[in-house]
């Protein structure tokens, strides 16, 4: 009877242990194959480039993309992404070994879901407060920084409950902006609706938004966030939205003022803030790479949309069918990239020379 009871006994320990080392090398393993995560949690601010679904949760919303053909090649479907597959955010996020992050607006937004980091980002939303108010609701850069201040603490208790210093955390995360989009196609370049043009000159614009910026992020520098990477504006002037025939270059002039004074503040910041960094992605010149050279990147067609325009020409008609090859296009919709350029910009602001990401990129940011 002791016998049997000590045979079954170490049986089962033996299984443990078995189960132990199983758990072990498959733990070791998926952290070598996947890569362990480099940044504790990523925090998003931006415009329809890099919402996730906070649009979803605004009523008085029209810039949504809740709907097929939008994440026609997603895993998850329609989620409010602008595109047919993962964005910029979504691949970075691959890269630093995070998980899709929730969307801020979401109202299961809370509790333990928060830890790997959340995005903020809102369709039709800009630097200045007034941006893309004809189309109804949405987060502006301000907003979006007010609800960083709430996660913050609910931040606080999570960590708290572990153990955990929210100061580290918050110093080993990697806050990623990118605004400005909107500051231009959804008011300064819609002279009807915005009185800006009429106010400012392209150079003073371009100072206005990147002074509001540089207000915005020293906010979030002083709530804790140490690693920023700032992705500059692309050549809007040759989205489907503003080019007619050819890239509308007066519209991209504008993009470059403001790239010019974007890149600068990383400097000045940088030079004023030891112990943290601030990276410029060069977004424009990545971008005009694929539309000088697209075949080389795999491209046929620049100077349309994949999917059918709706009504209002920009975005997506509800449950069309959009074009079959969809990685041979360069952008989804009037405005917003196909999922194919995504992974070029994602991996050349993750991975790529100065010239893509000043003065280094995310990869050596996480690695800090
Ligand atoms: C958290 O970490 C920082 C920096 O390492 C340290 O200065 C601070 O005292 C810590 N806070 C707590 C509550 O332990």
Request: proline share 5%; aromatic share 10%.
């Amino acid at each position: 009877m002791k016998m049997e009871n000590t045979n079954s006994w170490s049986l089962v320990n033996a299984a443990r242990l078995l189960i132990s080392i199983v758990v072990v090398i498959l733990h070791l393993g998926s952290r070598w194959v996947i890569g362990a995560p480099q940044a504790t949690a990523m925090f998003v601010f931006g415009d329809s480039l890099i919402d996730n679904g906070n649009n979803n949760y605004l009523l008085g919303s029209l810039a949504k993309a809740n709907y097929l053909p939008y994440g026609v090649d997603f895993e998850q479907g329609a989620t409010g992404r602008f595109t047919n597959g993962k964005t910029i955010i979504d691949l970075l996020g691959d890269k630093l070994g995070l998980p899709y992050l929730p969307a801020f607006a979401d109202p299961l937004t809370v509790g333990t879901r928060i830890l790997k980091g959340v995005n903020y980002a809102s369709a039709a939303g800009g630097i200045l407060d007034i941006s893309g108010l004809h189309l109804g609701q949405r987060f502006s850069l301000r907003q979006q920084v007010i609800s960083f201040g709430i996660t913050l603490s609910q931040l606080r208790i999570q960590l708290g409950g572990m153990n955990m210093n929210l100061s580290e955390y918050l110093a080993k995360s990697i806050a990623v902006m990118a605004l400005g989009s909107n500051d231009y196609v959804n008011n300064y370049l819609m002279p009807s609706l915005y009185p800006t043009s009429f106010i400012y000159n392209p150079r003073d614009y371009a100072d206005l938004l990147v002074n509001q910026y540089s207000t915005q992020i020293l906010a979030l520098h002083s709530l804790g966030l140490r690693k920023f990477f700032l992705a500059g504006l692309g050549p809007i002037g040759c989205s489907p939205s503003q080019a007619r025939g050819q890239c509308a270059t007066g519209v991209n002039d504008m993009m470059g003022l403001f790239n010019e004074r974007l890149r600068s503040l990383v400097d000045l910041l940088n030079a004023n803030h030891p112990g943290s960094i601030f990276a410029y992605g060069n977004t424009y010149g990545v971008f005009g790479d694929i539309l000088n050279n697209p075949a080389a990147y795999g491209f046929m067609i620049t100077t349309r949309g994949c999917c059918v325009l709706g009504v209002n020409q920009g975005t997506c008609l509800p449950l069309s069918t959009p074009c079959p090859n969809r990685r041979e296009y360069v952008f989804w919709d009037a405005f917003h990239p196909t999922e194919a350029v995504d992974e070029i910009l994602a991996q050349r602001a993750y991975a790529g020379p100065p010239s893509d990401c000043y003065p280094i990129n995310v990869q050596q940011i996480a690695q800090m």
